[in-house]
């Protein structure tokens, strides 16, 4: 029998859409409810009525475009078809000439010791479309009941003052930094428009309030770092965290973690996440000094 490849027709189908398993299934329902997935960004290969092969393409309520592919299952053998359900969907999704979307997964961190698992699997059918790994990802988590260091009292802390001063010292903290999708960006803009692309393009549509943002300072008052508590549709979350190059490697880093940490946790958090890349060594270190365990990994992939 012949394989069907479609989207599928209406929240009437996601039943169909749930046979393969993965961790975000249970998201999905409520994602199309609150518009940050389409039926027309789900799609399925069918085998009659078998589902085997599934992709999936998430976005920020609103958005008229995909932002992320973050679901590509398929059932053992179908590895082929599920490239050509992708290849087909990007046709579909993505403007001629353009970018696809990142690609993620969420994965156990120990994959790689599987030369033969599925993770591995999903990879190579995407390399066969030209995408490449970009960076793997720790996931770590935060959950009530964890203990928060206290800060050594070297730093004080303080609101933004401005977007002017939060693009200034993003800017400055981009230099030399191992997060790889700021590397990335580095080879094609300059630190300032790498800075503006973060702020604009994610912290500042966070709908959490900006009063949770802080700066780190020297008692003097000179700014050492900066941390932006946020949540996201899902949750309390560090968005992002940085030490300015000239104050790395004092172990300011833990009191800025902290500081965050008490602000999410004041929240009544239920539990507060996070990602850095497993090469930032110095970075996951702290989060694990902070409390947080590293529950799940993350691969990301570009084209």
């Known amino acids: 029998m012949s394989v069907t490849i479609r989207p599928v027709a209406g ?3 996601l039943d169909r859409f749930l046979g393969l398993p993965y961790v975000l299934n249970d998201e999905l329902d409520g994602d199309l409810a609150a518009g940050r997935r389409r039926p027309g960004w789900l799609w399925m290969a069918l085998d009659g009525d078998r589902l085997v092969a599934r992709a999936a393409w998430w976005a920020r ?3 008229a475009e995909p932002y992320l592919m973050d679901i590509f299952d398929f059932a053992d053998g179908h ?13 579909r999704l993505v403007p001629a000439g353009g970018p696809p979307p990142e690609y993620i997964r ?10 033969a698992g599925a993770v591995l699997q999903h990879l190579a059918a995407l390399e066969g479309l030209g995408a490449r790994l970009l960076v793997e990802r720790h996931r770590l988590e935060w959950r009530p009941g964890a203990t928060i260091p206290p800060g050594s009292g070297r730093l004080a802390f303080r609101d933004f003052r401005g977007t002017a001063e939060a693009l200034d010292l993003m800017t400055r903290a981009v230099e030399g930094t191992l997060d790889a999708h700021h590397r990335a960006g580095l080879t094609r803009l300059p630190a300032r428009r790498v800075a503006e692309e973060h702020l604009h393009g994610e912290l500042e549509l966070y709908r959490s309030p900006r009063q949770w943002w802080r700066v780190a300072t020297l ?5 050492v770092g900066f941390i932006f508590p946020a949540r996201n549709d899902y949750g309390p979350i560090i968005a992002y965290l940085a ?11 833990d009191d800025v973690l902290g500081e965050g940490s008490r602000v ?7 539990r507060i996440r996070a990602t850095t890349d497993v090469g930032n060594v110095p970075m996951a270190k702290a989060f694990l000094r902070g409390g947080y365990v590293n529950y799940q990994n993350e691969i990301n992939m570009t084209w």
Do not use: N
Not at 79 to 91: F, I, P, S
Not at 106 to 115: K, N, Q
Not at 264 to 270: C, F, G, N, R
């Open 106 to 115: 969420f994965v156990d961190p120990g994959w790689a010791e599987d030369p």
């Open 79 to 91: 590895a082929g078809t599920a490239a050509q359900l992708v290849r087909t969907a990007l046709a």
């Open 219 to 223: 008692p003097g008052g000179e700014p």
């Open 264 to 270: 999410l946790a004041a929240q009544d958090a239920p």
């Open 11 to 13: 929240r009437e189908e």
């Open 243 to 253: 030490v300015l190059p000239e104050h790395r490697g004092r172990g300011y880093i």
């Open 61 to 63: 309520a609103g958005s």
